[in-house]
């Protein structure tokens, strides 16, 4: 599906932490076993969206002080 019409398209940008890690088969489907894991993420707002993300959802953040 297209990033841009995708259904998490408004959780694009936001901060969050991973509160909750799930397995599934689904990398044995695609070849890529990362894509057996799903993340339930906590955003900054507290809200917890009730969707699973996949990796290739998500981006890290750099936590240095510095900010670099």
């Not at 995708?6 to 694009?12: A, I, K, L, P």
């Not at 890690?21 to 917890?48: H, K």
Request: glycine residues 8%.
């Amino acid at each position: 599906m297209d990033k841009e019409r995708s259904t998490d398209n408004q959780y694009h940008g936001q901060t969050g932490r991973i509160v909750d890690i799930e397995f599934d088969d689904a990398g044995t489907v695609t070849g890529n076993p990362q894509d057996s894991f799903m993340y339930t993420v906590e955003l900054e707002n507290g809200e917890t969206p009730d969707i699973h993300f996949r990796r290739s959802d998500l981006r890290t953040v750099d936590q240095s002080p510095s900010g670099r």
